[in-house]
């Protein structure tokens, strides 16, 4: 019988091999080649790929943009959402309401978020120009996305606003799990409000606090929609992130050997930050 429940999962380890690790084998096997990604007639290059992304400078920037494009969101994500959760987790009339409308914007599509913040950030007619045009000032100037050093800023506020909702309820379902019992106790010793905070509850959910500071660290390493559907990269490469780059060096330039490169560095950044990150918190998690 135990050899039989085996067998239940040969479906998903197929779908798991076919669709990850054969990509990934292929995508380190097309990164030492001069693969276009239609003629299949191609040389083998060694490490000239890597040494294109560097001397190119496409491979610097984009680690640039990418790490403060996550940073931002692992900061803001964390504190806004954990703000939230701590408010909503008290009796308040209305949280219910409140906790939906905070969370809705998770359900919709990154391409329609996309092109809904693309009209409120546009110069002139956006929701932003009107409104500071309220206040006498000329809305035309508000050009967020096509400003060099506001418009990464500007996307990833969109990426924020779109996931903080479930950041904040992984926080609340943190704090909720907390027995009353423990908090009574702090109270009895002296605690206040922000004490029982610090003291009490943040060491009580450190496992949450680990879980959201790695999703929205991968998800900011990942990030692609916003950068591609506000603009498309731009101005200049202020918005190129490192999968925005290896998505036009693939598809664009029909580059996809070096598209493939750019990939197998992503991949081991990727991997390591998330391994350093795992081991740092769960350290901090066994000291409480």
Known sequence: MPTRMYWFAVPALILFVVFWVYPVFQMFYYSITNFNGVNYD???VGVRNFQSIVKDGSLVNGIKNTFIYTIIIVVIS????LALALLLNLKLKGKSIFRTLVYLPALFSPIVV????SYVYMPGSGMLSSII??????????????????????????DIWKNVGTTMIIYLAGLQTIDDSLLE???IDGCNEWKLITKVKLPLISATITINVVLNVIAG???FDYSFIMTNGGPGKSTQTLMYIIFNTAFNKQLMGKASALSV????????????????????EVEF
């Open 42 to 44: 191609y040389d083998f």
């Open 78 to 81: 964390n504190v806004v959402g």
């Open 114 to 117: 996309g092109f809904i913040w």
């Open 221 to 223: 390493l990942k990030a």
């Open 185 to 187: 106790a702090g109270k």
């Open 265 to 284: 560095v992503s991949f081991i950044i990727i991997i390591a930050i998330t391994i350093l990150m795992l081991r740092f918190m769960n350290k901090r």
């Open 133 to 158: 045009e309220l206040f006498g000032m000329d809305g035309t100037k508000l050009n967020l996305l096509g400003d060099f050093g506001k418009a990464l800023y500007a996307i990833t506020a969109v």
